[in-house]
């Protein structure tokens, strides 16, 4: 089936640095990707979608310039958090869009575990 | 606006006893929902959905859910579990096929033996 590799499963990192998340779609084309943030005991809240070749529409609240989001290939799409701090500590999730009209579905990275020291 | 609201935060039962992981949504149109399983520190897997088409659905290890449109809801069932279901259960809606998902807070789903 399709698979998303989401690299790293784990970081952890210093306040104030930046750290890069790759989801990358091993076996089908990924036109939009959606990025999740998760934090625990609770549910997935989505911070933003983006379409390959364009910029990503964020969700409410969630700062753009924080969380850049690339999807330059049909391959490849990175979030990567900036000037991170203790609060941006949580559990990353992309998920990629399989399938057109009404056969469709959603696959899910395997999630990334940020802690910023 | 359109929400999820799963019902249950917590539901604990015995090894090979049935049990059901309840769902509603809040939406006055057509939507697509989806139940999917998430393992400690992993991504989700999904494990059945509804698009269009017969209301029951059957799904991956035994589960499988039912779209109520009356009752707005689309609650999982599996009538034995395993200790290996433990783990937490969300259930996803969207308004428009393709667009993101929305999930609903979660149901932590512990078998005991």
């Known amino acids: 089936g399709a698979v998303v590799s989401q690299h790293p499963s784990r970081v952890i990192c210093k306040s104030g640095t930046s750290v890069k998340i790759e989801c990358r779609s091993l076996d089908f084309q990924a036109t939009t990707m959606f990025w999740y943030r998760q934090f625990p005991k609770q549910s997935l809240m989505l911070m933003a979608t983006?379409?390959?070749?364009?910029?990503?529409?964020?969700e409410q609240g969630v700062e753009k310039d924080k969380f850049l989001i690339n999807h330059a290939s049909l391959t490849l799409s990175t979030l990567t958090v900036t000037s991170a701090h203790p609060e941006d500590s949580s559990f990353y999730i992309c998920?990629?869009?399989?399938?057109?009209?009404?056969?469709?579905?959603?696959?899910f990275g395997s999630g990334t575990r940020l802690t910023v020291v | 606006a359109q929400s999820v609201t799963q019902l249950d935060s917590q539901v604990p039962v015995f090894e090979e006893a049935p049990v059901e992981l309840r769902c509603n949504y809040s939406s006055s149109v057509s939507v697509y929902l989806f139940w999917y399983v998430q393992y400690p520190n992993q991504g989700l897997q999904l494990l059945l959905k509804?698009?269009?088409?017969?209301?029951l659905v059957k799904g991956i290890n035994g589960f499988e859910a039912e779209f109520n449109k009356s009752q707005t809801s689309f609650h999982l069932r599996k009538p034995s579990v395993h200790i290996s279901d433990t783990a937490e259960y969300f259930c996803?809606?969207?308004?428009?096929?393709?667009?993101?998902?929305?999930f609903g807070k979660g149901t932590t789903l512990s078998v005991s033996s």
């Open positions: 998920s990629a869009r399989l399938g057109q009209g009404l056969n469709y579905g959603y696959t």
């Open positions: 983006s379409n390959e070749g364009s910029k990503a529409t964020y």
């Open positions: 996803a809606v969207n308004l428009q096929a393709g667009t993101a998902l929305i």
């Open positions: 509804y698009l269009s088409g017969s209301t």
